[in-house]
C-alpha cells in the first residue's frame, strides 16, 4: 500500500479524498441527512493527505505535514496578497460582467467589510485547512519530485475539480443551481478550468513560502470569502463565466513571470 502512494500520490489522494466526500454527501442526495452535513466532506482532502502520510511515512511523515501549518514567517508582502489580493479578480468581474449581460454594479447594499470577516476566519480553516493539507501539503512535495511546478499544479487540480462533482447533484449546493442554469457539463467544465487555474495560483504561493500549507489555506479561504462578500453571482451567470476568464488570466501572468518549472524566481520546488 505504501509503494502505491509513493508511485501515485495525486491518484491517491483524490480517490481517498472522493470516497470520504462521498460519505458525507450521499445522505444528503438521498435524504436522510440535512444540506448542512454535507460541508463535512469539505475536510476530506485533509483527512485524506493525513492518512496517506501516514501510510506512506508514519509519524514523520504526518509530524512533517503537520508542521507546514507552522510556516507563517514568510513576509508581510505575502500574508497582504493572500488575504486581500483575491478581491480584487472579484470586482474587476462585476465591472467586466455588465459588458456580458451581467446587472449594473451596485455596491448600496453591500453590508460593512468588517463584516466579513468571521466569514472570512471560517474559511480559511473549514476550507482551506480542511483542503490544503492534502492538495498543497501532501501532493505537492511529492509529485514535484518528478513534475515541473506547473504539470504538478495542472494534475492537482484536476483532481481537485473531479473531488467537487458531488457538490453538483446536491440542491441548494451553487454548483447544483448553475449546473440547472447552464447544464452539467458546461457548469463543470467551466468549474474545472477554476480549479486549474486557482492551482497554478495556490502552487505558485505554495513554493514561494517554503511550503506553506497556511498560507496556501488563507488565498483559498480568502478567494471564497470575498466571492461571496462581492457577490460575484448576483444572479446572473455572467459573472460566474467571467470570473473564470480573469482567474485564468492571473495565473498566465503567474506562469509568464515566474515560469513554469517552478513558479518561483530562484527556479526551487518544495519537496519532500
Not at 474559511?123 to 511546478?149: C, D, K, S, T
Not at 495565473?251 to 519537496?271: D, F, K
Request: hydrophobic residues 55%.
Amino acid at each position: 500500500m505504501s509503494g502505491f502512494v509513493k508511485r501515485h500520490p495525486a491518484l491517491s489522494l483524490g480517490v481517498l479524498a472522493m470516497a470520504l466526500g462521498v460519505v458525507f454527501a450521499a445522505p444528503v442526495v438521498i435524504g436522510v441527512a440535512p444540506p448542512a452535513f454535507a460541508q463535512l466532506a469539505a475536510l476530506s482532502a485533509s483527512t485524506a493527505g493525513f492518512i496517506l502520510a501516514a501510510v506512506e511515512g508514519g509519524r514523520s511523515a504526518v509530524r512533517e505535514l503537520l508542521r507546514r501549518v507552522l510556516i507563517w514567517r514568510v513576509g508581510l508582502g505575502w500574508w497582504c496578497f493572500a488575504l486581500l489580493f483575491p478581491i480584487i479578480p472579484a470586482i474587476a468581474t462585476l465591472y467586466l460582467a455588465t459588458a456580458f449581460g451581467g446587472p449594473a454594479v451596485d455596491w448600496t447594499g453591500l453590508a460593512p467589510v468588517y463584516s466579513a470577516i468571521p466569514t472570512l476566519l471560517f474559511l480559511i480553516v473549514f476550507a482551506g485547512l480542511g483542503e490544503e493539507f492534502g492538495w498543497r501539503g501532501f501532493a505537492m512535495p511529492r509529485l514535484q519530485h518528478r513534475h515541473n511546478a506547473l504539470t504538478t499544479s495542472l494534475i492537482i487540480g484536476a483532481f481537485h475539480a473531479v473531488w467537487h462533482l458531488p457538490l453538483f447533484f446536491l440542491k441548494g449546493e451553487m454548483y447544483h443551481t448553475l449546473g440547472l442554469e447552464i447544464g452539467f457539463v458546461p457548469a463543470f467544465l467551466g468549474y474545472a478550468i477554476l480549479v486549474l487555474a486557482l492551482s497554478v495560483q495556490l502552487a505558485w504561493i505554495f513554493n514561494n513560502t517554503r511550503g506553506s500549507v497556511l498560507l496556501a489555506a488563507v488565498y483559498h479561504g480568502a478567494g471564497n470569502a470575498w466571492n461571496g462578500y462581492v457577490d460575484i453571482y448576483r444572479g446572473q451567470i455572467a459573472g460566474p463565466v467571467v470570473y473564470v476568464g480573469v482567474m485564468v488570466v492571473v495565473s498566465i501572468v503567474v506562469i509568464i513571470i515566474y515560469g513554469p518549472a517552478s513558479l518561483t524566481h530562484g527556479n526551487r520546488t518544495t519537496s519532500s
